[in-house]
C-alpha cells in the first residue's frame, strides 16, 4: 500500500494548463452553462404547484423532484471534480452541459411523476460534472488576486439569471406548459457548448494520473448514506432506526474514506487541502449559509401561491429584489473584500442576511410586495459577499493541480446544507403546523371533525394549502373559508419558525467567519498526495 508522501506542487508550466485564451471570454463561456443549471433552479420552484396537479403529484413527490437533484449532486459533485483534474476541466465541462441539456428536454417530454424523479437524478449528474469544472476554469484563467474579480462578475451573472428565472418560468408556466421551463434548458445549452469549443483552453493536471476508484466508491456511498437519511427523516422520523442506521453508515464509511485517503498514492480528496483553515472554514460557511438560504426558501413559493393565492409569475416578481440585487451585490462584494478582507466582508454579510431571516419571520397573511422586498433586497446584499468569498477562500486557496476537486468541495458544501435545511426546517415547520393547528380551529369556534380529516388538513396546510369549495361540497362556504384561514394561520405559524431558526443559522455563520484568516495564494506550496 502507498505511503502517505508530501510533493510539492509543480510551477504552472507543468500543470498542463495555459493561460492562452480571453479571460473574460471564458467567464462568458462557463457561464453560460451555469446559467442553464441556475434557471432550471428558480424556475423548477414556480413551475411545482402545476407539475403537481398536471401529474398528480403528491408533496412527497414534489419533494423528491427537488430532493433527487441534490442527491445527484452532493454524491457526485467531488468525484466530479476530480474527473475534471485528470481529464481536462473543458472535457468534462462541455459532457456536463450537452448531458444537462438532453436530460431537460427528456425532463419535458415526461408523462409520470417517477419518470420526471428519475431524469431530474440525471440532470443532476450532469450537473455535477459541469459546476466543478466550470470554477476550475475560472481559477486558471483568473490567476492570484485577480479571482476575487472574476467571482464578483461570476456572482452577478448568475444574479442576472437568479433575476430572469422566476419571471421567465412564470410567463412559460402561465402562458405555455410546465415542460417549457425545462425546454428552455435546450437552446441556453446549445449556445453554451458552441461558445465552450470556441473559448475554452484545456486544462488538467499532469502531477495526476489515475482514479481514485476506492474513495469513489467510499466517498459516493458515505455521501448517499448522509444526504438519503437528511431526506427522509421527515418521512421515517429522526429516531427512526432507518434514520440512524443511514446515519451512522455515512459515519463509519466517511471514517474509512478518511482513512483510505491517508493512504492511498492518489487520493480522490488529499486531506491536506483543509490544513488551510480558511479552506475548512470556508465550507462549514457555504454549509450554513445553504441550509439558511435554500432551507428556508423553500417555503415561500408555497406561501406566495398557496396563501396569498398569486399567480406563478406574480410569484417570481415577488422575489425578483433578491435575484436582482445579486447583480449589484456580487460585484460589489468582490471590491469590499479587496479592501477591507475576506473576514470583515463575511461577517456583516451573515449578519445583515440574519436581519433580512428575521424581518422574513414576521410575515403577516396580508404582506404587501415590499413587506417581502426589502427582507429580499437585504438578502442578495447579505449572501454575496459570503458566495463571493466563500467561493475564492476555497477555491483560491486550493492548488491549482486541485481545483476541480476544490470546486467539488464548494459544490458540495452548498448542496449538502440545502438538504439539510430543507429536511430540517421542513421537519421543524411541519412539527410547527401540527402542534398549533387545533389551537386556531378552536380559536376559529369550528365544529369538530374526525381525527383522520383533520390530519388531512394538516397535511395540506404544511405547504400553505387549505380547502376549497370544491373539495368540500357540503360544507358551507363561510366554514370553508374559515378553514381555509385556519390553514394559512397555522402555516404562517410554521414558516415564521423556520425563518427564525434561519436566523440563528445566519448569526452563527457570521461567528464563524470571524476565524477566516488569509490563506496560501503561490502555486508551489506542498500538496500532501496520499
Known amino acids: 500500500m502507498a505511503q502517505a508522501k508530501t510533493v510539492a506542487a509543480p510551477p ?95 425532463i419535458g417530454l415526461s408523462s409520470s411523476v417517477g419518470m420526471l424523479i428519475g431524469l431530474r437524478v440525471l440532470q443532476g449528474l450532469f450537473g455535477a460534472l459541469l ?35 422566476p419571471i421567465v418560468g412564470g410567463l412559460l408556466v402561465e402562458n405555455v406548459s410546465w415542460q417549457s421551463v425545462f425546454f428552455i434548458n435546450v437552446p441556453v445549452g446549445i449556445a453554451a457548448l458552441a461558445m465552450g469549443l470556441w473559448v475554452l483552453t484545456e486544462s488538467r493536471a499532469r502531477t495526476l494520473s489515475k482514479v481514485d476508484w476506492v474513495g469513489v466508491v467510499l466517498l459516493s456511498a458515505a455521501m448517499f448514506s448522509l444526504v438519503w437519511a437528511i431526506i427522509q427523516a421527515p418521512t421515517w422520523g429522526w429516531g427512526d432506526m432507518r434514520t440512524i442506521g443511514f446515519l451512522a453508515a455515512a459515519v463509519v464509511v466517511g471514517a474509512a474514506f478518511l482513512w483510505w485517503q491517508t493512504r492511498s498514492a492518489e487520493p480522490l480528496l488529499p486531506l491536506s487541502l483543509f490544513s488551510n483553515a480558511s479552506v475548512s472554514i470556508g465550507t462549514g460557511l457555504m454549509m450554513l449559509v445553504a441550509f439558511s438560504m435554500f432551507g428556508a426558501m423553500f417555503f415561500l413559493t408555497f406561501f406566495f401561491q398557496g396563501v396569498h393565492g398569486l399567480s406563478p409569475l406574480e410569484s417570481g416578481m415577488r422575489m425578483l429584489p433578491m435575484s436582482a440585487g445579486m447583480i449589484v451585490a456580487s460585484p460589489l462584494a468582490a471590491v469590499l473584500i479587496g479592501k477591507f478582507g475576506t473576514k470583515i466582508t463575511i461577517t456583516g454579510g451573515m449578519l445583515i442576511t440574519g436581519v433580512a431571516m428575521f424581518l422574513l419571520s414576521r410575515l403577516s397573511l396580508d404582506a404587501a410586495f415590499i413587506d417581502s422586498g426589502i427582507p429580499f433586497a437585504l438578502l442578495a446584499f447579505g449572501l454575496s459577499p459570503v458566495f463571493v468569498g466563500a467561493t475564492e477562500i476555497i477555491v483560491g486557496n486550493a492548488p491549482e493541480d486541485l481545483s476541480g476537486v476544490a470546486g467539488g468541495v464548494q459544490q458540495s458544501a452548498m448542496q449538502v446544507g440545502g438538504a439539510l435545511g430543507t429536511a430540517i426546517l421542513g421537519a421543524i415547520v411541519s412539527a410547527r403546523v401540527a402542534d398549533v393547528y387545533q389551537g386556531h380551529w378552536e ?6 371533525l374526525p381525527p383522520q380529516q383533520v390530519e388531512g388538513l394538516q397535511q ?71
Open 12 to 106: 504552472p508550466s507543468d500543470l498542463g494548463t495555459t493561460r492562452q485564451g480571453h479571460p473574460w471570454l471564458t467567464l462568458l463561456s462557463v457561464s453560460l452553462g451555469v446559467i442553464m443549471v441556475m434557471l432550471d433552479g428558480t424556475v423548477v420552484s414556480i413551475a411545482n404547484p402545476v407539475i403537481a396537479q398536471d401529474l398528480k403529484a403528491s408533496l412527497s413527490d414534489l419533494q423528491w423532484v427537488t430532493s433527487g437533484y441534490l442527491l445527484a449532486l452532493a454524491v457526485f459533485l467531488i468525484t466530479a471534480g476530480k474527473l475534471g483534474d485528470l481529464f481536462g476541466h473543458k472535457r468534462i465541462f462541455l459532457i456536463g452541459v450537452a448531458g444537462f441539456a438532453l436530460s431537460s428536454l427528456a
Open 131 to 165: 459546476q466543478p469544472a466550470a470554477l476550475a476554469l475560472l481559477r486558471v484563467a483568473f490567476p492570484g488576486e485577480r479571482l476575487k474579480t472574476a467571482m464578483g462578475a461570476w456572482g452577478g451573472i448568475i444574479g442576472l439569471s437568479s433575476a430572469a428565472g
Open 443 to 448: 380559536q376559529a369556534k369550528l365544529p369538530a
Open 460 to 530: 395540506l396546510a404544511t405547504f400553505g394549502g387549505a380547502p376549497t369549495a370544491q373539495m368540500m361540497p357540503n360544507v358551507p362556504e363561510p366554514v370553508v373559508q374559515a378553514i381555509a384561514k385556519v390553514s394559512h394561520l397555522s402555516f404562517l405559524d410554521g414558516m415564521h419558525l423556520g425563518f427564525t431558526v434561519s436566523t440563528g443559522v445566519a448569526v452563527l455563520a457570521a461567528v464563524l467567519a470571524l476565524f477566516v484568516k488569509a490563506g496560501r495564494k503561490s502555486e508551489d506550496a506542498p500538496v500532501h498526495m496520499g
